[in-house]
C-alpha cells in the first residue's frame, strides 16, 4: 500500500512539473514621458528641453514649471498617474498636476505653451525626495485607458512660495500605469 501512495504522489508530481506554470509577469505597464519642458517665468521666451525635470518658486516670484508628454497605448481598464523619487527636494515639496488643453510640443515657453486646464492632484514628496510621493489632493489621477494609442499632456506646478522638486524623467518621476 505504502509503495502504490509513493508511486501514485511520485507520477503525479512528474505530471504536474509538466504543467505550464502561471504568469507571474507585472501586467500594469508603466509609461513615462515622451519629452519634458522646462518653462522659466524669468525666461518667457526660452523652450528648456530636458531629461531633468522641475518645478520651483522662491519667495513667491521666479517661476519654473514643467510640461509633460506621455503617449499611452490602447489598454484596458484603469490607468493611474503617480510620482516617486525625486533627485532634489526641498521647501514644501508639493507640486501640483494639471492637464494641458493639448500635448506639449518641443519649442513650447512659458508664453507659447498648451493652456493649463484641469488641476488632476498634489503631489509631496519625501523630504529625501526617496520613494513614492504622499498623494495630497486627488481630483482624478486614476482614469478609463485609452482603447487607442493617445498622447497627453499635462503641467506640473510648484505650490506655496519656496518650494523645489526635480527628477530624472527616464529613471523616475511621474509615470502613468494601466
Known amino acids: 500500500m505504502k509503495f502504490t501512495l509513493i508511486t501514485t504522489v511520485s507520477i503525479l508530481s512528474t505530471l504536474a512539473s509538466g504543467l505550464a506554470l502561471p504568469d507571474l509577469t507585472p501586467r500594469g505597464?508603466?509609461?513615462?514621458?515622451?519629452?519634458?519642458?522646462?518653462?522659466?517665468e524669468d525666461f518667457p521666451t526660452t523652450s528648456f528641453p530636458t531629461?531633468?525635470?522641475?518645478?520651483s518658486r522662491s519667495n513667491g516670484q521666479h517661476n519654473v514649471k514643467t510640461l509633460l508628454a506621455f503617449t499611452v497605448p490602447a489598454c484596458t481598464g484603469k490607468c493611474t498617474v503617480s510620482f516617486s523619487d525625486a533627485t532634489t527636494a526641498t521647501g514644501?515639496?508639493?507640486m501640483q498636476f494639471f492637464t494641458t488643453g493639448s500635448p506639449p510640443t518641443d519649442g513650447?515657453?512659458?508664453?507659447?505653451k498648451?493652456?493649463?486646464?484641469?488641476h488632476k492632484g498634489t503631489f509631496t514628496t519625501s523630504s529625501s525626495g526617496a520613494g513614492a510621493?504622499?498623494?495630497?489632493?486627488?481630483?482624478?489621477?486614476t482614469f478609463d485607458c485609452p482603447s487607442t494609442s493617445t498622447k497627453y499632456g499635462f503641467e506640473?506646478?510648484?505650490?506655496?512660495?519656496?518650494?523645489?522638486?526635480?527628477?530624472d524623467i527616464?529613471?523616475?518621476?511621474?509615470?502613468?500605469?494601466c
Open 156 to 167: 506640473v506646478q510648484p505650490v506655496w512660495d519656496n518650494d523645489s522638486v526635480t527628477w
Open 170 to 177: 527616464k529613471k523616475a518621476g511621474f509615470i502613468i500605469t
Open 108 to 112: 513650447n515657453t512659458w508664453t507659447s
Open 92 to 94: 514644501s515639496r508639493r
Open 114 to 118: 498648451p493652456y493649463t486646464n484641469i
Open 133 to 141: 510621493a504622499t498623494v495630497v489632493e486627488d481630483f482624478g489621477l
Open 29 to 40: 505597464a508603466v509609461i513615462r514621458p515622451d519629452i519634458a519642458i522646462v518653462i522659466k
Open 51 to 55: 531629461t531633468t525635470a522641475e518645478v
